[in-house]
Nanobody, 118 residues
Framework: QVQLMESGGGLVQAGGSLRLSCAAS????????MGWYRQAPGKQRELVAA???????NYADSVKGRFTISRDYAKNTLYLQMNSLKPEDTAHYYC????????????WGQGTLVTVSS
């Protein structure tokens, strides 16, 4: 059974930093595309950053230059380093996995809340 467990959210002042973690179990980490999504109140879930099997990454325009996605293959853990946080980054952040062992269906974690105060 594929499980994703996020951690690292919290309250931070604008301009601060947080690092989110997503521990993955039940999958061969390297075979899957992994991503971070977020959903703010009243808004649709959106892609924040993705890391693909070949090592390439993709970022939403709103976070380019501020956020960095990375993987630790030894720990089966995905990270999102968030710097220069803005109040508009406030949202629930979700980890996502997609690939052969998820049967090419999206698998989601339970989410972690990031609140950025002005």
């Amino acid at each position: 059974q594929v499980q994703l467990m996020e951690s690292g959210g919290g309250l931070v002042q604008a301009g601060g930093s947080l690092r989110l973690s997503c521990a993955a179990s039940g999958i061969t980490f390297s075979l899957h595309a992994m991503g971070w999504y977020r959903q703010a109140p009243g808004k649709q879930r959106e892609l924040v950053a993705a890391a693909y099997r070949g090592g390439s990454t993709n970022y939403a325009d709103s976070v380019k230059g501020r956020f960095t996605i990375s993987r630790d293959y030894a720990k089966n853990t995905l990270y999102l380093q968030m710097n220069s946080l803005k109040p508009e980054d406030t949202a629930h952040y979700y980890c996502n996995a997609y690939g052969p062992e998820t049967k090419y269906l999206d698998v989601w974690g339970q989410g972690t809340l990031v609140t950025v105060s002005s």
